[in-house]
């Protein structure tokens, strides 16, 4: 059943429009991944985690998704510009390591974080060290277009010509002329002709550590480059979803469109969907503000600003709690209240499981419990298909939560709902949670305390001489390859050898 209902946000048309893919039942979809040179911090995790919901949901309503998130691994310069230094080379050059040994470590770590948070893997993750010819090509063909210059071995794209023919700024709302009065005059040392202009290909400085082969010098993509080849390559000169940050809409995106018109004279994506910034106590998050908080930090509570530590489903529900495309606060009473949402919630999943319909011919089906469950789910669904919007869904979930919390202390009986409401009901309740918004139950004792409680209860039972309870506890945890070790001066216990 493909929902024919889905609305998405798109930033290019500033409305929400219908969804109707290119290529039905097939979707695809490009989503920005980390430029990995750093632990993900509370940003990554929004981004991932709303395109993650985007993804189930797609998928969920029918949709055969691919789903292709990159890794940058070369051309991101400092303050996203084209003049600075390579951030994962500066970082392997404080580090003394390989560039590659930089990439490795944090897309490694990017990836333990985001399985935490359990986001679900792309269909495709590519790098962009690894579409180096697939780059050079597209320099070529924008070459080719008359769109772009060549200056000294390196390639800019000719912004100025390229708006006379498709304007240019048209996702991030930006009017060139403003623009253009905006930034700064060129110093002279510049090559490029204009300040908007942006480089496809820079020749490398000889201590510059990551450099290729190219027609024009030996030398590295621009930033914006690696994401029109690795989407073109993957999912078609026009596909259907091209997610990220809203911090990148400009340039980075409004880069890579107009990239795709130069070579393909279409847009890369049909919709463009941006997540918006989470702040810190009302402030934006930066490293010189003393809010830099990584995942990892969070997951330990090992930040000053922390008043303990969240979990990875404390986090990622808190991210649900607000419409992806509202601002995010963080602060610590934030995330203490998404803690009990959170914890509310997944106690209904367990509860749910759990639940059997009994049939009880006392009892007559009542049509309004039935149509107050039915409008819960109706909600929730088309909390969904308004944009995504998780905050929404998320109430009427809570709804539906009451009526289970209600079976499972006794107030209602599962027949006033009848088999099929009961049914529908739990079932939409766990697969929203675990499906959809991708919630799970953390499980938060770990077995050694666990048998330390249970040994000490073994021990008191034999200082009371209850020798019953005592084989009981020994035949249990055998049952379960735990073999109690009643040794002399203490008791311990080993697995089943
Ligand atoms: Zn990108």
């Known amino acids: 059943m493909l929902s024919k209902n889905l609305k998405i946000y798109n930033t290019l048309s500033r409305q929400k429009e219908l969804f109707e893919p290119l290529r039905p039942p097939h979707v695809g979809m490009y989503v920005c991944g980390p430029t ?60 003394q390591l390989e560039p590659m040994e930089v990439a490795q470590q944090f897309a490694e770590s990017y990836h333990r974080d985001m399985d935490l948070l359990n986001t679900l893997k792309p269909s495709i993750e590519p790098r962009a060290t690894g579409h180096i010819p697939e780059q050079i090509k597209l320099v070529e063909s ?68 990551m450099k290729w082969d190219s027609p024009w010098s030996v030398g590295f993509p621009g930033w914006h480059l690696e994401c029109t080849a690795m989407s073109g390559k993957y999912l078609g000169d026009h596909f259907d979803i091209h997610g990220g940050g809203m911090d990148l809409m400009f340039p980075h995106h409004e880069c890579e469109i107009a990239q795709g018109n130069a070579c393909n004279h279409i847009d890369p994506a049909k919709y463009w969907m941006h997540n918006n910034m989470i702040t ?93 469950v039915n409008k819960s789910i109706e909600a929730a669904l088309g909390s969904m298909d308004d944009d995504f919007n998780t905050a929404q869904a998320i109430g009427h979930l809570f709804n539906l939560l009451k009526k289970i919390n209600s079976l499972y202390t006794g107030q209602l009986n599962p027949a006033v709902f009848g088999k099929e409401t009961f049914d529908k009901m739990i079932q939409t309740y766990v697969r929203f949670l675990d499906g959809i918004l991708g919630l799970t139950e953390e499980k938060t004792s770990n077995q050694d305390q666990l048998l330390e409680i249970i040994l000490n209860i073994y021990s008191k039972a034999k200082t009371a001489r209850d020798y019953k309870k005592v084989d009981e506890i020994r035949a249990a945890l055998k049952a379960m390859g735990i073999i109690v070790k009643d040794m002399k001066h203490q008791i311990d216990w080993a697995y089943e050898e």
Not at 184 to 193: P, T
């Open 280 to 372: 810190i106590n009302g402030q934006k998050m930066g490293k010189s503000l003393g809010n830099f908080i990584t995942l990892q930090q969070l997951f330990h509570g090992d930040h000053e600003k922390l008043e303990q530590a969240y979990s990875p489903m404390t986090i990622r529900y808190f991210i649900l709690t607000a419409h992806y495309r509202s601002t995010l606060d963080f602060s610590n009473q934030a995330l203490q209240a998404a803690q009990k949402g959170y914890k509310k919630l997944i106690n209904g999943y367990r509860i749910a499981k759990r639940l059997q319909y009994t049939e009880d011919p006392e009892i007559a089906v009542q049509p309004d419990q039935v149509d107050q």
């Open 36 to 95: 990995v040179y750093g632990d993900a911090h509370l940003g990554h995790a929004r981004a991932a985690v709303t395109f993650d919901v985007v993804y189930r949901y797609l998928s969920f309503i029918g949709y055969k998704v691919r789903y292709v998130r990159n890794i940058t691994d070369v051309g991101h310069l400092e303050a996203d510009s084209d003049d600075g230094e390579d951030k994962i080379a500066k970082k392997a050059k404080l580090e």
């Open 142 to 209: 924008i070459l080719k277009e008359g769109l772009a210059y060549e200056v000294n071995g390196s390639v800019y794209f000719d912004v100025l010509k390229y708006n006379e023919k498709k304007k240019y700024g048209r996702l991030s709302g930006r009017v060139i002329e403003e623009l253009m009065s905006g930034s700064r005059e060129l110093d002279g040392q510049s090559e490029k002709r204009n300040p908007l202009d942006f480089a496809l290909w820079k020749k490398a400085s000889p201590e510059h550590l």
